[in-house]
């Protein structure tokens, strides 16, 4: 009886001692497996690209306006702008607003007032930068200038006119109609920096020069 516990027993401590052994380092082998799984789910997941997450950014729209009118204020409360559309539709991606029937009013820092008006209109976000398109037309009134003297009517007409408000810039690469006062010009393309006073014409132009505007003739 005695001799038979001992053949069982040895084999047992053995075990035992193995099993004691091998435990020792099964949290590596765990912390191993666990790296080698984290490893095949991120080589195996899918991967988008930066086009893909570009389209997920549509160029939407995420809320009309009908009849509306904004309105911008300075520092001191003064009025800058004034935006005025049929309908309006703003687009988030790009934060801008596409106007119906737009009549945008603008008034310079030394407070000359300038409207513009046209088919459709595009301005961005602050409404410093407003593209016209059909019928497109700028006009700034007749007004004293910093100097006193009286500065002409001044008119920009065709299919498209880009407008900067801050920099009281407008320009063109369409055909238009400059009219100053009684005088009348046409260039292919165009340009107009009411800072300098200087519009520059170029293409086939035709028309006058008269004082108080630079008009800069280009091939």
Known sequence: ????????????????????QVSIYLPVVLMGALALGTYWLVRNSPVFSAQEAA????HEIDYY???FTIKSFGETGQLKSEIYGVEGRHYRDSDTLEIDQPRILSI???????TSTGNRALSNGDGSEVQLMGNARVVREAAAGIDGKV????????????AFVNEERVKSHLPVVLIRGADRFTGD???????????????????????????VLGR
């Open 151 to 162: 500065l002409p009517r001044l008119e920009f007409q065709g299919e498209f006119l880009h």
């Open 108 to 114: 310079s820092d030394a407070g000359r007032p300038v």
């Open 55 to 58: 389209k997920a950014a549509k």
């Open 1 to 20: 009886m005695k001799t038979t516990l001992r053949i069982f027993y040895k084999p047992w401590r053995r075990a035992l001692r193995t099993w004691d």
């Open 189 to 215: 393309t165009f340009a107009y920096d009411n800072m300098t006073g200087i519009a520059e014409l170029k293409g086939r132009v035709k028309g006058q020069l008269v004082p108080g505007v630079r008009v």
């Open 65 to 67: 306006m009908r009849k």
